[in-house]
């Protein structure tokens, strides 16, 4: 199974303030160990709320809303996609990472679709369209 795991953001983060060598260093580990044991697939930090945009749908009609966003504890500072065998596994990994932030921090696990999540609605056609665009966007990189 994939999960995406999602690094809450601080105040911290969502100031601009960038983390130490230490706590690089330690994400370093880390993500070798995820990598060693083939689970991780990608992983990245995410700018603050400043630099980003939302766009809400109503409709037809689109607002685009600029950062920066309230509600620290419901932002996203980084993330990871791994390929797990569980839920308990990528928990259990989870608890091995270096806390994110110098602060009370919260990491959230939550399970990827798969195609046969989806059941009937997933046509052949759709699934091929599907297969289509991931082997296009694997070939780029």
Known sequence: MKVMVFVKASKASE?????????????GKFN???VKAGIMLAGEGLQPTSKAA??????KKRDVIDGPFTETKELIAGFWLWKVNSLQEAIDWVKRCPNPHDEETE????PVFEAEDFGEALTPE???QEDKLRAT?????
């Not at 990491?107 to 939550?110: A, L």
Request: neutral net charge; glycine residues 6%; aromatic residues 2%.
């Open 54 to 59: 939302r766009v809400r749908f109503s409709g």
């Open 126 to 128: 759709l699934r091929e």
């Open 32 to 34: 070798e160990e995820l």
């Open 15 to 27: 100031a601009g303030v960038m983390p130490s060598t230490e706590l690089l260093t330690a994400m």
């Open 107 to 110: 990491v959230e696990i939550r």
């Open 137 to 141: 966007v694997a070939s780029r990189h």
